[in-house]
């Protein structure tokens, strides 16, 4: 199993500070994906990262996927409330059969709270 | 893009009875999964299930517990099998076409069993 590791595990900042959140494996990816969850909904996807050491902004958020593609950051500047919710990252598994699929390793979660 | 739905939305069952939830794509889908999360937590996939053929279950999970249809591309169902208070949950499905493309997540089914 391909783990992966999130931290921090809770967060909570003020309006219009900046946040970093890691995504740390010791197998590689053939690719890694973060979403964004809010209560009583599903995640959704913020971005793919496919390329060791490719970066990508969203606006406020940048991700960026390490050189080795075993670990990956979320940086976001001037947080507002909006942001809150949890962040997850997700490695893509590549099938071990063909009915396995191209299903996600999920971390653990960084529950974001931002205050006004 | 798609657009998944669950029935039902949530539901208090009793132990030792089974739920069956389903799970809708409003357009064809090649992958649909199954996942599980505890609030606030994050998710462990059930099994992926498979169009026409017996789904793929991760370590840890059977299909006597969570049996899993898939008739056609559009439509899945899970069932929580003979429930105890321990598969109290959210389960949420999803959808994508494969490797590089989006996977899109139902709004989950909150479980609890007492």
């Known amino acids: 199993t391909q783990l992966l590791e999130q931290s921090p595990q809770f967060l909570s900042i003020q309006e219009g500070e900046n946040l970093t959140v890691y995504c740390n494996s010791s197998s590689v990816f053939s690719s890694l994906q973060w979403y964004r969850q809010e209560p009583g909904e599903g995640p959704v996807l913020l971005v793919t990262?496919?390329?060791?050491?490719e970066v990508k902004k969203l606006k406020r958020l940048t991700f960026q996927f390490g050189d080795a593609r075993k670990d990956s950051s979320l940086h976001i500047t001037a947080a507002q409330p909006g942001d809150t919710g949890l962040y997850l990252c997700?490695?893509?598994?590549?099938?071990?059969?063909?009915?396995?699929?191209?299903?996600?390793?999920f971390g653990k979660g960084t529950s974001l709270l931002v205050t006004p | 893009s798609a657009v998944i739905s669950q029935k039902p939305s949530r539901d208090i069952c009793q132990r030792g009875t089974s739920l069956t939830i389903q799970c809708q794509v409003d357009?064809?889908?090649?992958?649909m999964f199954w996942y599980r999360q505890q609030p606030g937590q994050s998710l462990t996939l059930i099994a992926t299930a498979n169009q026409g053929s017996e789904a793929t279950y991760e370590s840890g999970f059977v299909i006597d517990k969570f049996p899993i249809s898939r008739p056609n591309l559009t439509f899945s169902t899970l069932t929580v099998s003979n429930m105890s208070p321990e598969d109290s949950s959210i389960y949420l499905c999803s959808g994508g076409q494969g490797q590089g493309e989006t996977q899109y997540f139902g709004p989950g089914t909150r479980l609890l069993v007492l």
């Open positions: 990262v496919v390329t060791g050491g």
């Open positions: 997700a490695g893509v598994r590549e099938p071990t059969n063909s009915n396995s699929g191209y299903a996600l390793n």
């Open positions: 357009s064809q889908v090649t992958m």
